[in-house]
Nanobody, 126 residues
Framework: VQLQASGGGLVQAGGSLRLSCATS????????MGWFRQAPGKERDFVSA????????DYADSVKGRFTISRDNAKNTVYLQMNSLKAEDTAVYYC????????????????????WGQGTLVTVSS
């Protein structure tokens, strides 16, 4: 499975960006998908996740009400719509896929994602 994240860039505080993560393979619809971010000198943190069916979503407290995760299984793509961006949202954003649907319980854990994209940089200027 290969994941390709895109959509990052430089935006002013209060602005919006939409990240995309395109995946290869015919089993995308069976993967729970997640977004994580890593700021310089910090650990990689959970941002959001969506279940394989799209019926369940989850968000870190820091992004609730501002970010929205979605997926299009016909396009093998997961999205992260980011609104009301803040300077503290600046980070490299990574998309990731869990190897089994049953891992949803551990959706906020880096170690429970088997496949990772290369990351896309989001910079929010204040």
């Amino acid at each position: 499975v290969q994941l390709q994240a895109s959509g990052g860039g430089l935006v002013q505080a209060g602005g919006s960006l939409r990240l995309s993560c395109a995946t290869s393979g015919r089993t995308f619809s069976s993967y729970n998908m997640g977004w994580f971010r890593q700021a310089p000198g910090k650990e990689r943190d959970f941002v959001s996740a969506i279940s394989w069916s799209g019926d369940s979503t989850d968000y870190a407290d820091s992004v609730k009400g501002r970010f929205t995760i979605s997926r299009d299984n016909a396009k093998n793509t997961v999205y992260l719509q980011m609104n009301s961006l803040k300077a503290e949202d600046t980070a490299v954003y990574y998309c990731a896929a869990q190897a089994r649907p049953g891992l949803w319980l551990y959706r906020d854990s880096v170690s429970n994602y088997a496949y990772w994209g290369q990351g896309t940089l989001v910079t929010v200027s204040s």
